[in-house]
């Protein structure tokens, strides 16, 4: 049986914390900063932890990820 592999894309996506949850980075950071409030910038810069929706599916495509 061939070797797990880690979905490339959400390999750099995300990280784990050291309770082994997943952080990610926040959308619409990448232009269009006039149009945003100084606190909207400032909370967009902040990692986000990802809901536990969504945690199942992430750890299947990074198992490779420590836990």
């Given at each position: 049986?061939?070797?797990?592999?880690?979905?490339?894309?959400?390999?750099?996506?995300?990280?784990?914390?050291?309770?082994?949850?997943?952080?990610?980075?926040?959308?619409?950071?990448?232009?269009?900063f006039?149009?945003?409030?100084?606190?909207q910038?400032?909370?967009?810069?902040?990692?986000?932890?990802?809901?536990?929706?969504?945690?199942?599916?992430?750890?299947?495509?990074?198992?490779?990820?420590?836990?």
């Open positions: 049986m061939p070797k797990m592999k880690s979905h490339r894309g959400a390999a750099k996506r995300f990280s784990r914390t050291g309770t082994g949850k997943l952080k990610r980075s926040h959308a619409f950071t990448s232009h269009l006039r149009n945003k409030s100084k606190d910038k400032r909370d967009l810069s902040q990692p986000a932890i990802v809901d536990k929706t969504d945690q199942k599916r992430i750890d299947s495509m990074v198992p490779k990820k420590k836990k």
